[in-house]
């Protein structure tokens, strides 16, 4: 059970940190553009990052919980 809940665990924290890398970069990358079409598309892109963001955050306090809990 502990490594079923560390690797869910895991697997929540490396959502939360690649989200936070595509969401930042995404927004970087929309600020230096001109064309307002690819302006959308990255700051689209960017919701896709702040999802994974969420997703992460809520899979990592459950089963850190859990592994404190073991």
């Known amino acids: 059970m502990m490594q079923v809940a ?3 665990h895991l697997l929540g ?3 939360l940190v690649s989200g ?11 600020r ?4 307002p079409r690819e302006i959308a598309l990255l700051l689209g892109l ?6 994974l963001v969420g997703l992460g955050t809520i ?5 850190g919980l859990w592994l404190v809990h073991l």
């Open 6 to 8: 560390l690797f869910l």
């Open 46 to 51: 960017t919701r896709v990052g702040v999802a």
């Open 59 to 63: 899979v990592v306090l459950p089963f």
């Open 32 to 35: 230096r553009r001109q064309n």
């Open 13 to 15: 924290a490396f959502s």
């Open 20 to 30: 936070t890398v595509v969401a930042g970069a995404a927004f970087e990358a929309a």
